[in-house]
């Protein structure tokens, strides 16, 4: 029976996914995940350009793990070329109290119902072949995810004083046909394609010990939707990490890994609003620390914000909404092995502020 308490890596940029999330302003401004504009990738030299004037549609990377960044409104056809190089740095939080973790119990042995503030920074942006995402999460559990405290008479980690803390990174970088060969590559509902290759690293100070290292790359198609993206990418992740509770170094298969992410813009009567985020499946990687076969995972994270800058008359700087998180077989671990705590369901409150 496996025993591990704590995470294994996914997932999202990206942010993005959170895709990644990933992984990547929304409103009308130029988001992360992987998608490209026409010939080239969508985006703007001026993150905060007046709302007055229309964008197109952008970004072509794909955040699995962490945040999503932003997109722009679609223009009449010739009337505006985009920029090669942009560029959209901004801050995050967001917090929920229903996040359970594989092996994390209470004392009584019931699955541990963990509350987690998560600090983030992203920045996106466009280059002269396609566009990255890059994402740092800083995520710090309640105590019911403890860290890691002095080792008993047995050799395991007793909990610590205070709450676990994790540090997880995605980074993306797309290369855009359109881009590269200067010329459009849309054909039907696809708006571009390309290349994406991206890493996922992360490290944790509970008993578990994770040292996440991750590798993803795979063909990307940017399809074509107004006021927004919508990319998906399929290709294969490799992934190595450390199991404290068996003290080993776990090298997994090379995996199938889909991911996708998105951002729509829209109103409802004065409000301005985004819909983002991210969805990433994993398929099984071999077995775990424990000796465990790992099963496919699922991790989606989607945000509802709105442009609350604008009412400040700053629009695309300031965003508050709500958010979700859905995880199931976190890590790839099969519910049987860890009943109650391989699946997370949690609404969250999120604000960002761009730069």
Same mark, same amino acid.
């Given at each position: 029976m496996k025993k591990t308490i704590a995470i294994r890596t996914p997932l999202l940029s990206v942010a993005v996914l959170s895709c990644f999330a990933g992984a990547a302003h929304a409103a009308d401004t130029s988001q992360t995940a992987e998608g490209a504009a026409q010939p080239a990738q969508v985006a703007q030299t001026d993150s905060k350009a007046s709302s007055a004037t229309p964008i197109p549609a952008a970004a072509p990377l794909t955040l699995s793990q962490a945040s999503t960044v932003t997109a722009p409104l679609s223009p009449p056809p010739g009337l505006y070329t985009p920029p090669t190089s942009w560029n959209d740095t901004y801050i995050g939080y967001r917090v929920g109290t229903n996040f359970y973790y594989p092996g994390v119990r209470t004392e009584a042995g019931a699955p541990a119902k963990i509350t987690q503030n998560i600090g983030y920074l992203t920045t996106t942006g466009g280059f002269k072949f396609g566009s990255y995402a890059f994402n740092v999460d800083y995520l710090v559990s309640s105590m019911a995810n403890p860290e890691a405290g002095p080792t008993n008479q047995y050799g395991y980690p007793t909990p610590g004083s205070g709450g676990a803390q994790e540090l997880y990174? /995605?980074? +993306? /970088?797309?290369?855009?046909?359109?881009?590269? !060969?200067? +010329?459009? !590559?849309?054909?039907g509902f696809m708006r571009d394609f390309g290349l994406t290759v991206g890493y996922e690293f992360g490290t944790k100070n509970d008993a578990f010990a994770q040292r996440a290292r991750m590798v993803v790359v795979g063909p990307t198609i940017d399809l074509a939707i107004p006021n927004g993206f919508w990319n998906i990418t399929l290709g294969v992740r490799t992934e190595s990490n450390h199991d404290g509770i068996t003290n080993v170094e776990v090298h997994f298969n090379p995996a199938v890994h889909l991911e996708s992410s998105w951002l729509y813009n829209f109103r409802i009567g004065p409000v301005p609003l985004v819909f983002k985020g991210f969805a990433s499946v994993t398929g099984p990687k071999g077995k775990d620390g424990a000796g465990v076969e790992t099963t496919t995972e699922f991790l989606t994270r989607a945000y509802l914000l709105a442009d609350v800058g604008s009412f400040a008359g700053h629009p695309r700087t300031a965003y508050m909404g709500l958010g979700y998180e859905y995880w199931h077989n976190m890590y790839g671990t099969p519910a049987s092995e860890q009943p109650g705590t391989t699946q997370t369901s949690v609404p969250m409150f999120v604000a960002e502020i761009h730069f």
């Open positions: 990174s /995605v980074g +993306r /970088v797309s290369f855009s046909a359109g881009k590269i !060969f200067g +010329r459009p !590559f849309s054909y």
